[in-house]
């Protein structure tokens, strides 16, 4: 779930930040096809490999073009949330 105080002024056009969470690393140099997202690896607590893909995107159709880059790098999508702050996930 995300949190309300985030989404309430979400717009199809508007600037947005996110984080993405993948199974398996990337290193730091792919960024820039990300479209300057930052990159974190690190691990599960059932050890494995995740890298968490974080900061503001443009537009619903940038967002949609880092996905398309994570897709073609055959990266499993495991979460993607609204916002960057860690602390406002809702379960």
């Known amino acids: 779930m995300i949190s ?3 989404s309430a002024d979400l717009k199809f056009t508007s600037p947005a930040a996110y984080r993405i ?3 398996g690393f990337l290193d730091e140099s792919w960024s820039e096809r990300l479209n300057g997202m930052t990159i974190l690896n ?3 607590d059932e050890g494995l490999p995740i890298t968490k893909l974080y900061g503001q ?6 967002l ?3 996905l398309n880059s994570i897709y073609e ?3 499993p999508l495991m979460s993607l949330r609204l ?3 860690d602390n406002d996930d809702t379960e």
């Open 4 to 6: 309300l105080k985030h």
């Open 42 to 44: 690190m691990f599960s």
């Open 57 to 62: 995107v443009c537009d619903q159709a940038e």
């Open 73 to 75: 790098m055959h990266l």
């Open 83 to 85: 916002g960057l702050d």
């Open 21 to 23: 969470y993948v199974k």
């Open 64 to 66: 949609l073009g880092v």
